[in-house]
């Protein structure tokens, strides 16, 4: 799965909803919490399982999809450019902006 199914999967929801669900933006940012809520208790609590973690974090990639389709931001264009940045600000802080090898990651153009 890509952003580009997380999105047709967030306007699939939304359209087969006659009230759009969650019908407006702070109803959106009331769901994520209430998803990441749902996340945290499945961390904490004994009797939820590994699948139920899995369920929930599918619940808050999701609401993250219909907050960017409604927003019309594409995830594909917004996340590489922010992990750029996330990895530029990482390798400064705590490498002295040589960026480590060992890591083996893509974004070595620091
Ligand atoms: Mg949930």
Known sequence: MN???L???AKELCDLRPDGWTCDPLRDVVKLAE???????CMVKSRKTKEDLGEELSDVM???????????????DVCP????KR?????KRFH?????VEAGCT???I
């Open 87 to 91: 990895v530029q600000k990482i390798v």
């Open 107 to 109: 974004h070595q153009k």
């Open 7 to 9: 999105l047709q999967d």
């Open 96 to 100: 002295g902006g040589v960026y480590p």
């Open 62 to 76: 999701v609401v993250i999809g219909v907050i960017a389709l409604r927003a019309g931001i594409n995830l594909n």
């Open 81 to 84: 450019k922010k992990q750029e």
């Open 35 to 41: 998803e990441t809520g749902e996340v945290a208790e």
């Open 3 to 5: 952003f580009d199914d």
